[in-house]
């Protein structure tokens, strides 16, 4: 079955980058997601990658997917204290439905 | 566009009390799917409707849970009854077919069985 993994916690100086990754065990996934989840609010889609891309940027968003290693990462240029949310990675799991991460803590340092 | 609208935010109850959920979705959209995400966890599918018809319900507890979409538009999700394991934020989400897969959640229900 799918199993997807990120680690909980990141926390990153206002203005500086952050990273946050995932690993994922299903290779037949189509597509890979990144959602954001504020406090007291539902998921919101930030971006998607194809498994057939390696790259996507989007403004401040830089996914990087790495299939060989089953790795998937979101960069966050220029962080800010907007960016302090909860980000989850999720792979296509087929029949319309996601598969999602436990979710990574990102707290943004003024 | 309006987003998904889901109704109470909050709710308290006591175990072995019924609660409903409602929600309703983007106009248009003919997926509809109950999230059940306890704190600390990611969401975990309950149910996924395809206009009024089940598509995937293997989640769904279903000897205290029941969902309906009987006019393939707004749908309820019923505990009946409640334990504390209950205790969770449920997301309703709806997409519109052949759009790469999005789903749109709503705000959630925040459940607190005491």
């Known amino acids: 079955g799918e199993d997807v993994e990120q680690s909980l916690f990141l926390s990153v100086r206002e203005g500086d980058s952050s990273v946050i990754n995932c690993t994922y065990t299903?290779?037949?996934?189509?597509?890979l997601y990144w959602y954001k989840q504020e406090p007291g609010a539902g998921l919101q889609l930030l971006t998607y990658?194809?498994?057939?891309?390696d790259m996507k940027q989007d403004q401040r968003l830089t996914v990087l997917l790495n299939k060989k290693d089953k790795h998937l990462s979101l960069r966050i240029a220029d962080t800010q204290t907007g960016d302090s949310a909860i980000y989850f990675c999720?792979?296509?799991?087929?029949?319309?439905?996601?598969?999602f991460g436990t979710g990574t803590r990102l707290t943004v340092i003024p | 566009e309006a987003g998904v609208a889901q109704s109470p935010r909050y709710k308290i109850i006591e175990k072995r009390q019924s609660v409903a959920f409602w929600c309703n979705p983007i106009?248009?959209?003919?997926?509809l799917y109950w999230y059940q995400q306890i704190l600390g966890q990611g969401p975990k599918l309950l149910i996924q409707?395809?206009?009024?018809?089940?598509?995937?319900d293997s989640q769904l507890p279903k000897d205290r849970f029941s969902a309906e979409r009987l006019k393939g538009v707004d749908s309820t999700l019923k505990i009946q009854p409640a334990k504390l394991e209950d205790s969770a934020v449920y997301l309703c989400?709806?997409?519109?077919?052949?759009?790469?897969?999005?789903?749109?959640f709503g705000p959630g229900t925040r459940l607190t069985v005491t």
């Open positions: 999720a792979e296509y799991a087929g029949a319309n439905n996601l598969f």
């Open positions: 990658i194809f498994s057939n891309m």
């Open positions: 299903d290779s037949s996934s189509t597509y």
């Open positions: 989400a709806s997409s519109s077919t052949g759009l790469l897969y999005e789903q749109y």
């Open positions: 409707f395809q206009n009024n018809g089940v598509v995937d």
């Open positions: 106009s248009g959209h003919a997926t």
